[in-house]
């Protein structure tokens, strides 16, 4: 049993090679950053990105990923994207900005998250001002109630004490966190400056139970109801659409805190979008971030809060708020669907790291709530109808590829990738780029065109189609084939294709063209044909 501090699992570093990988995937290089679409964004939060990251001296990326989380933040409750009737994602991002200490994530964060602070300090105004007024109402009311006491009447109701309303947290307990949504029930955005620290607490002991914590930031995720039953002053509190959008800063060093090997099995890490840019040299720059660009950016996020939620047509409750279902055109969600099917074939493809499988799965929603996002962000700009149209999904896609490509990078940072995966991934390479998507030819030949391809190939033909065997027996979409087309030993023969997982036809069928071909020369001889399937068709 390892040691505990703080709630963290200590352990001995030949344990912790042991579980996250041998020393060979520990080394691995880190795959290069991706570059972030900026052209996939709203014009104001891409302009700030640009001119921003010119002043703060750091990546784009920082400002990009924090305005689009702030974006998702102020639509809030009010709107969700209808997939299907049975299949609505809301309007949550969880996002970590990841680079080494001074590199501008703070700034960046800071930057991006203007708009909310200035309307926080707005209705803290507006607090201020109101509970000044409810002192003078109550010390009034205490004075009637004296005096209908003393005529034996009953008094006024006493003045309603008015609320904190709020649009984001820090540093929050859980049940700080419920009440606060209950009374800020549009959403809120929760900043962390370190993120890290926050998803290492939900392990500690808390009075109500080990990772109750963690339950409520799930539920949080996917927009389900959240009900507290604590004895406190305010008694039961139920959330029914729980809404809050999460953005925070993690160090390199630290990111073992969101993706602890072997303890996601919940899938919460999964859940976070993860930016680990290429740092950027830091330098003294006279480029200022002109008052015009921040007054568009902040048009915008006041433009989304605006969007007023709907009216629940069984209770009627005008306390609770509604999303209103935003449908996506004919266009969009043919195009939706060809990512989705795109996103569940690239999990299944041969050298897919399967510690990605998490992610990948919530990647698929992910993209429909990108997409809301930027057809609100179109709403709020140009008044458009409120539907998800083509341009708004082809650009949540080109997001949704930066944040798979930089899942790669990160967790191939932590944990190294595998030599064999690697392989398999350069063997599809290769396949893609021949005919047919299948290659035939001599062992020999075989093996000399993948040790070209990949570095990672044993250093023996017999030792590489033991591999292949491997690979295609992991993976549908792989067919590999190897044996003779004769008696004679010169005649052995490696085939590879690369199929559709649901392609029936067999794979003989497929390739007799190539067979016969190769074979013309042995014809007389009438060979017999010996060959060792290792993987067939379904």
């Known amino acids: 049993m390892p040691d505990r501090i703080d709630g963290i699992d200590i352990i001995p570093v030949e344990e912790y090679f042991s579980k996250n990988g041998n020393k060979a995937e520990k080394e691995a290089s880190l795959p290069k950053a991706p570059r972030f679409p900026l052209e996939a ?34 639509i809030g409750v009010s709107r969700v994207a209808r997939v299907k009737s049975s299949w609505l994602e809301p309007s949550i991002i969880f996002a970590a900005l990841i680079g080494p200490s001074g590199d501008g994530k703070s700034p960046a964060e800071q930057e991006a998250t203007l708009p909310i602070v200035r309307k926080q300090k707005s209705l803290f105004a507006k607090y201020k001002l109101a509970m000044k007024k409810y002192e003078e109402s109550l010390r009034e009311h205490k004075v009637r109630e004296k005096k209908a006491n003393k005529e034996e009447r009953v008094a006024d109701a ?35 400056d370190e993120l890290g ?150 999990a299944r493809a041969p050298g897919f790291d399967d510690r990605l499988s998490y992610p990948w799965a919530k990647f698929r929603g992910y993209c429909a709530r990108v997409a809301l996002v930027l057809s609100m962000c179109r709403v709020a700009l140009e008044d458009a109808e409120e539907k998800i149209i083509l341009d708004d999904v082809e650009n949540a896609i080109k997001i949704m590829n930066y944040f798979k490509a930089m899942a790669r990078r990160t967790y191939a940072g932590l944990y190294g990738q595998r030599p064999d995966d690697r392989l398999a991934a350069a063997v599809v390479e290769l396949l893609e780029d021949l005919p047919g998507r299948r290659w035939y030819g001599s062992p020999s030949d075989g093996f000399t065109k993948i040790r070209e391809a990949s570095e990672d190939a044993p250093a023996s033909a017999p030792e590489l189609c033991k ?36 392609d029936p036809a067999p794979l003989e069928t497929k390739i007799q063209t190539q067979k016969t071909a190769s074979a013309a020369s042995a014809a007389s001889e009438n060979p017999t044909k010996t060959v060792k399937k290792v993987r067939t068709a379904r």
């Open 158 to 192: 006493p003045p309603d004490k008015p609320s904190f309303e709020s649009v984001f947290v820090q540093d929050v307990t859980p049940e700080a966190l419920v009440s606060a949504l209950s009374k800020n029930p549009r959403g809120l955005l929760r900043i962390e």
């Open 197 to 346: 620290g926050m998803v290492a607490s939900f392990d500690q002991y808390k009075s109500g139970g080990k990772g109750r914590e963690r339950d409520m930031w799930l539920s949080i995720w996917t927009g389900h109801q959240i009900k507290s039953d604590r004895k406190s002053d305010e008694g039961t509190l139920y959330v029914p659409n729980p809404r809050v959008s999460l953005v925070g800063n993690v160090q390199p060093k630290m990111i073992h805190r969101l993706l602890p090997y072997g303890e996601d099995h919940d899938g919460f890490a999964a859940r976070i979008l993860l930016s680990y840019p290429e740092p950027v040299r830091v330098e003294w720059s006279d480029t200022e971030i002109s008052c015009e660009f921040r007054r568009k950016y902040q048009k915008l996020i006041e433009g989304l809060y605006k969007l007023e939620a709907g009216l629940n047509e069984e209770t009627h409750d005008e306390d609770v708020s509604e999303p209103v279902e935003i449908s996506f055109t004919a266009e969009a969600k043919g195009r939706f669907s060809e990512y989705f099917n795109e996103t569940t074939a690239e």
């Open 41 to 74: 964004l709203p014009k104001p939060i891409a302009e700030l990105s640009r001119v921003g990251a010119e002043s703060i001296s750091c990546p784009e990326d920082y400002l990009a990923v924090a305005g689009l989380v702030v974006a998702a933040s102020a």
């Open 467 to 502: 591999k292949l065997e491997k690979i295609a027996a992991d993976h549908p979409v792989l067919r590999f084939e190897h044996g003779r087309e004769s008696s004679r030993e010169r005649n052995r023969y490696w085939l590879l294709e690369l199929v559709d997982d649901e």
